[in-house]
């Protein structure tokens, strides 16, 4: 079975500043899905950024990148020129490419400091 | 379009009591996906539609829970006899898959809190 870790329950960042926030899975598929995912509080779960494991090139939206390396079967997140606005809660997904379910990690609360 | 409509949004219900929740996705979006959220974790995964299909469910869905997707459009999530751990926030999600797409919707989420 494939599984999600989020290795840091908590992030902190300066207004402006970078931070990376980390994500590994473990699965024995050759293609599938990755996923950040950003929860503000009360708020529904957006979409930030996804990535075909199939491709090389790592995936950028806007100040959103990855850094997905597949042997290592990790997918972390950079978030640049953080804003108060990212504050919120982020959750890594795996999503196989023969189901639909996604499979979620713990979640990282990231906390923007102005 | 509105995006993906949970109803209701907060459920406050007694030990025992059986309660029933809607989602109605996004007009196109042929899967729907509940989600079980509970504070502090990700979303754990409970079944999924496409169409009016059930494609897969969860071996966390006892027999207490059960969902539709009659016609397709909006789905309902049941739970019988409902427990103090079934207190949670249930998500649906819906997307169009095909065609290289795979990003899923969120609503808001049903709180249910069980007393």
């Known amino acids: 079975a494939q599984t999600v870790t989020q290795s840091q329950p908590e992030m902190s960042v300066q207004e402006a500043e970078t931070v990376t926030l980390s994500c590994t899975y473990d699965t024995s598929e050759s293609d599938y899905y990755l996923f950040w995912y950003k929860q503000p509080p009360s708020r529904q779960m957006i979409l930030v950024i996804r990535?075909?494991?199939?491709?090389?090139q790592n995936a950028t939206e806007n100040r959103f990148s990855v850094n997905f390396q597949k042997a290592a079967k990790s997918f972390s997140l950079k978030i640049s020129d953080s804003q108060l606005g990212d504050a919120a809660m982020y959750f890594c997904?795996?999503?196989?490419?023969?189901?639909?379910?996604?499979?979620f990690g713990q979640g990282t609360e990231l906390s923007v400091k102005p | 379009d509105t995006g993906v409509s949970q109803d209701p949004r907060h459920k406050i219900t007694k030990r025992g009591q059986n309660v029933t929740f809607r989602c109605d996705p996004i007009?196109?979006?042929?899967?729907l996906y509940w989600y079980r959220q509970t504070l502090g974790q990700g979303p754990e995964f409970l079944t999924y539609?496409?169409?009016?299909?059930?494609?897969?469910k969860s071996r966390l869905l006892s027999d207490r829970f059960s969902a539709e997707r009659p016609k397709g459009s909006f789905s309902t999530l049941e739970i019988q006899r409902t427990e103090q751990g079934d207190s949670a926030m249930y998500l649906c999600?819906?997307?169009?898959?095909?065609?290289?797409?795979?990003?899923?919707?969120f609503g808001q989420g049903t709180r249910l809190t069980v007393v």
């Open positions: 990535q075909e494991a199939y491709k090389q």
């Open positions: 539609f496409q169409n009016e299909a059930q494609l897969e």
């Open positions: 007009s196109e979006h042929n899967r």
């Open positions: 997904a795996y999503r196989s490419a023969l189901g639909g379910k996604l499979i």
């Open positions: 999600a819906s997307s169009l898959e095909g065609q290289g797409r795979t990003e899923a919707f």
